[in-house]
């Protein structure tokens, strides 16, 4: 069964696990396959039990974060990204996807399937961006029209 970590009482070694069904469930730091990755909010898998107090957990393995995050179809390394930043940038409000040249993502077909405001010729709209450096030197370059910028940002911080 799967489910995340609610609380951890790392001094007393014990926690609470909410499963899929979301049921809380007590662990105890012994049934942890692997101990040192124990985190509030961490993904685990376990075998479902009940106890004389109730809902229990065992056999807990935490699954460890991973060391990628996936932007637009891009794997970058987290350890490898030196910085990034987020900024706005005018373009022209009646930009076209280039079928011939694009990877194509969720968020740039759904701005051009979204009910268009008429737009005159040569007129400009604000578009979020950011950029994030890695430590060999590239540069990658995505728009708020391809990318959730805050929630990639927030997987950034962590």
């Known amino acids: 069964m799967n489910g995340?970590?609610?609380?951890?009482?790392?001094?007393?070694?014990?926690?609470?696990?909410?499963d899929e069904n979301g049921e809380n469930r007590y662990f105890h730091v012994?049934?942890?396959?692997?101990?040192?990755?124990?985190?509030?909010?961490?993904?685990?898998?376990?075998?479902p039990t009940t106890n004389n107090k109730g809902l229990s957990a065992y056999a807990v393995k935490v699954i460890p974060d991973s060391k990628y995050i996936y932007i637009a179809g891009e794997r970058l390394k987290l350890a490898s990204i030196k910085s990034y930043l987020v900024?706005?940038?005018?373009?022209?409000?009646?930009?076209?996807i280039d079928k011939e040249n694009a990877v194509l993502?969720?968020?740039?077909?759904m701005g051009?399937?979204?009910p268009k405001t008429t737009t005159r010729p040569g007129e400009m709209r604000s578009?979020?961006?950011l950029a994030i450096t890695t430590f060999q030197g590239t540069t990658s370059l995505f728009s708020e029209d391809e990318?959730?910028?805050?929630?990639?940002v927030k997987m950034l911080k962590v």
């Open 87 to 96: 900024y706005s940038e005018e373009v022209p409000a009646d930009t076209r």
């Open 112 to 114: 051009n399937i979204r």
């Open 30 to 47: 012994i049934k942890v396959a692997n101990p040192e990755l124990i985190k509030k909010d961490a993904a685990v898998t376990f075998e």
């Open 4 to 18: 995340t970590i609610t609380t951890w009482f790392k001094d007393k070694g014990f926690g609470f696990i909410k």
């Open 105 to 109: 993502s969720v968020g740039l077909l």
């Open 127 to 129: 578009v979020k961006k």
């Open 147 to 152: 990318i959730d910028i805050d929630a990639t």
